[in-house]
């Protein structure tokens, strides 16, 4: 069975992120998370990091269709 929170550093790795980009995902608010405990540790739902992809999917995909590949100005591959 899968945590219901992970810590930040686990959403770095599943995004395949950094730290410092997680971070500024979730003090953005794009990506939704609580503090838990004394030291205010952050903590990102299973959920909420499963919604923030499906979103991602969906402004990918409308991009892709605003945005067809080949048109001048288009970004080059970088992976």
Do not use: C
Not at 9 to 28: F, G, H, K, M, P
Not at 51 to 68: D, G, L, M, N, R
């Amino acid at each position: 069975m899968s945590p219901r929170f992970l810590t930040l550093a686990d959403v770095a790795e599943t995004l395949n992120i950094s730290a410092a980009q997680t971070y500024a995902l979730v003090r953005s608010g794009e990506l939704r998370a609580i503090k838990v405990g004394g030291r205010g540790q952050w903590r990102v739902e299973a959920a909420e990091l499963e919604k923030y992809i499906s979103a991602a999917y969906e402004q990918t995909a409308e991009f892709v269709s605003t945005h067809p590949f080949g048109r001048d100005g288009d970004e080059t591959p970088t992976d």
